[in-house]
Structure formats: C-alpha cells, structure tokens
C-alpha cells in the first residue's frame, strides 16, 4: 500500500507494500505516480459529489444527498489493510473528537468508505466499525457496488491500483462542503489536529459573515475566538479574544456616536448662519 503524506503546505510521500489479500479489481500495469496521484486528488476540489446512492453497514441504502445541509469527512479504506488504513482510522477519531470540541457536536458528519467493491461488504465494514471503536455520533460506514464505487473515487479524486500483495492507494480524507462539494483534501494517517480542524471552522462558522442575524454574528465570534492550544494540543475558546472584539466593536460604536453627533451640530451650526444672513 502505498501512503502519500502532507505535512502542513508541504507533501510527503511514503512508500511501502503490505502483505495482504489482493481485491481482483483495479489496475496492476504500473505503480502510482506521486505527483499524477496529487494532481488528481487537487483537480478534484470544487467539483461536486454525484447522486450516488451507498448502501450502509447495516445494509440500508444511504444517498449521499441526506448530508447536504452540514459538512462531511470522508475517509476512505479497505477492509483487508492490517496497516495503515486501521491506523488512519484511529487518527481520525481523535482529529473527529477534537473537531467536535472546536465547532460543537452534531455541526459535520463522517462517513468510513470501502472501497474495495468485491470484499468491503456491509457485514465487513460493520466488523471493521466495531474493530475500530467507532462509535462517534453522526459517523456512518458504507460500502456500494463497484459501479458506484468508481464514480465517487473520480469525484473525489481517489488514486489507487492493485500490487503485488495489497493495494497502492493514496491514503485521503475529504472534507465535503454543505452543498456536496469537495472542499479540502487531508493526505496521509499522521496529520495535526488543524489541518482537520481548520477546514471544518471554515465551513461551519463560515470565514466572513453571511448576514448581521444574531446566529450568523455568534457563529462569526465562534470562528475568530476558537483557538488551537498546543500546550494541551485540544481547541479552546479564547475569552480574551472575545473580550478585545467587544471593546473594539464597543469603541467603534462610540466613535460613530461622537461623529454623528458632530456632524448634526455642524449642520445646525450651518442652518442657524444661514437663517441669521437671510435675516440680515
């Protein structure tokens, strides 16, 4: 399997093969191309997911449409990996766990994939959701047909073939805007907290206020206050950055008073030289 890494701006690839069963699917003509498998997952932000139409662990079907209206991180795997896919899982559970903390409980969803057509079956992906202590609220398993399978890998820009003993494949997390876009992809099975975090804020808070209702403006105080402690390496809510937004915000509303009411004087002022002049 092979594992393709970002630490922050940068990518680093890593390499390795491991001994497990072989899915009879995918092509097995030439290794991945590092910077193909990277310029693929990247051209694919902005685009769309597609109808497809999953079919869950507990074999219901699940459209990918009922997400629309909260962000979605999508981690891909297969269940045969021993390896880097269970290690891969675990991260997430942590970054997921951080996320809630920082943008509230129930505010995005997750969903585990495999993609692995002919093997991941709903009773796999279950087996593989209880192996992996997933338990999250709002965090889904599935599984489709090979069809469906293939058309989601190319909306989010998944890479992967058959090798000798396993499968190469880029190790990918996708963060799914409201409206089912690709927003972000997270690379590799070791990232920061942030990296998972920061996207998510984005989105669930938005980076610019969309309207001055009260809930918009406390979700833009949300974003601006929310801040990654690394002493403790969790999210926290900074009061002394709420504070300052408040002074400020207080200190600009007493500036404009102080304006207004010149400018009303002046006028006044104006008004009564006038009147005086047409007296005279």
């Not at 690839?13 to 990277?38: H, K, N, R, Y």
């Not at 693929?40 to 507990?58: C, N, Q, W, Y």
């Not at 045969?80 to 675990?90: D, G, I, N």
């Not at 209880?130 to 489709?144: K, R, Y």
Request: charged share 20%; hydrophobic share 45%; aromatic share 8%.
């Amino acid at each position: 399997m092979v594992c393709l890494r970002r630490w922050t701006a940068q990518i680093i690839l890593l390499l390795g093969v491991f001994a497990v069963q072989a899915p009879a699917f995918g092509d097995t003509s030439a290794p991945l191309d590092p910077s193909e498998v990277i310029a693929r997952s990247e051209a694919a932000i902005g685009g769309k997911l597609g109808p497809h139409v999953l079919t869950r662990s507990d074999g219901t079907a699940l459209p990918l449409a009922s997400f629309r209206g909260r962000p979605l991180a999508i981690s891909l795997v297969y269940t045969s990996c021993a390896s880097v896919c269970p290690v891969t899982t675990q991260r997430l559970l942590d970054a997921v766990k951080a996320a809630q903390g920082a943008v509230g409980s129930g505010k995005f969803a997750v969903l585990t994939v495999g993609f692995d057509a002919r093997n991941d079956t709903p009773e796999r992906m279950a087996a593989f959701g209880n192996t992996q202590g997933i338990d999250v609220a709002g965090w889904q398993l599935a599984t489709a047909d090979s069809g469906t399978i293939t058309a989601l890998l190319d909306d989010l820009g998944f890479s992967f073939r058959n090798a000798a003993g396993g499968i190469e494949h880029i190790t990918q997390t996708s963060i799914i805007d409201a409206e089912g876009a690709v927003y972000r992809h997270i690379y590799g099975d070791d990232f920061p907290d942030q990296i998972f975090v920061e996207p998510l804020k984005e989105l669930v808070f938005g980076t610019s206020t969309r309207s001055l209702a009260v809930n918009d403006l406390v979700d833009r105080i949300k974003f601006l206050c929310t801040v990654y402690d690394p002493a403790t390496g969790a999210y926290r809510y900074d009061y002394s950055i709420g504070f300052g937004i408040a002074i400020g915000g207080f200190s600009l509303l007493l500036t404009g008073i102080i304006i207004f009411r010149l400018w009303r004087n002046n006028r006044r002022l104006l008004a009564t030289g006038a009147h005086h002049k047409d007296l005279a």
